[in-house]
């Protein structure tokens, strides 16, 4: 079975610009989580979304977007990057991210920002 | 605000020996905490999950151990191998949502 896949691996971007991450989740999950990850930080909530509806929004700025596909991969989407959005950011899935579940993520998008 | 908190400072074990990392938590105490492993440019790794009214979990040389009147969880590596070298994440659950919110993780560093 196919773990949860992002992609790019890696992105360099501008000030100013937009960037869209990609998520596959495992097959059969249909809860997708976002993450955002910087060193010394723990791993900051940005959203999550089970059958392409948002169920959780996390305390992070409109320019962070997300939507989910009837496939369950999702995307997320900064505008207006700045530099303090260069950050690991991780993608994780789970059946439907109900209590007890574990979560399985991906190995992220590196995103720097210049 | 519910926090959990975990040591920042990068954990030295000769290999062999037990290594424990602690996991501490404010507020209410959550439904459960779980365990993952990070290595460098990668995704956490699911390890082990202790529920409220678990006292202790074991997994092989992995065992989770759970205080609610501490309030803090403690993650203990038998016979630790250099392999197991990596930064290790608690996470706590919020009681409505099942949201995790997360601690920074500590590094663990085994020596040969």
């Known amino acids: 079975k196919a773990g949860v896949t992002q992609t790019p691996r890696y992105l360099i971007k501008t000030r100013g610009q937009q960037v869209t991450l990609s998520c596959s989740p495992i097959?059969?999950?249909?809860?997708v989580s976002w993450y955002q990850q910087t060193p010394g930080q723990g791993l900051q909530f940005l959203f999550e979304?089970?059958?392409?509806?948002?169920?959780n929004k996390g305390n992070f700025p409109g320019r962070f977007s997300g939507r989910q596909f009837s496939n369950s991969r999702s995307e997320m989407n900064v505008s207006t990057l700045e530099l303090g959005d260069s950050a690991l950011y991780l993608c994780?899935?789970?059946?439907?991210?109900?209590?007890?579940?574990?979560?399985?993520f991906g190995s992220g998008t590196q995103l720097s920002v210049l | 605000s519910q926090k959990i908190e975990q040591n920042s400072e990068a954990l030295n074990i000769q290999e062999g020996k037990t290594a424990t990392l602690t996991c501490n938590y404010t507020?209410?105490?959550?439904?459960?905490l779980q365990w993952y492993r990070q290595d460098p440019g990668r995704g956490p790794v699911f390890l082990l999950l202790?529920?409220?009214n678990e006292k202790e979990k074991r997994k092989e040389r992995l065992k989770v151990t759970f205080d609610t009147t501490l309030k803090q969880s403690l993650f203990h590596i038998t016979a630790s191998q250099p392999a197991d070298s990596a930064t290790y994440l608690c996470?706590?659950?919020?009681?409505?949502?099942?949201?995790?919110?997360w601690g920074a993780g500590t590094k663990l560093i085994i020596k040969p």
């Open positions: 994780a899935s789970s059946l439907t991210n109900g209590q007890y579940e574990k979560l399985f």
């Open positions: 097959s059969g999950h249909r809860s």
């Open positions: 979304y089970f059958s392409e509806t948002q169920r």
């Open positions: 507020n209410y105490s959550p439904a459960y």
């Open positions: 202790i529920r409220e």
């Open positions: 996470a706590r659950c919020l009681d409505s949502n099942y949201q995790l919110i």
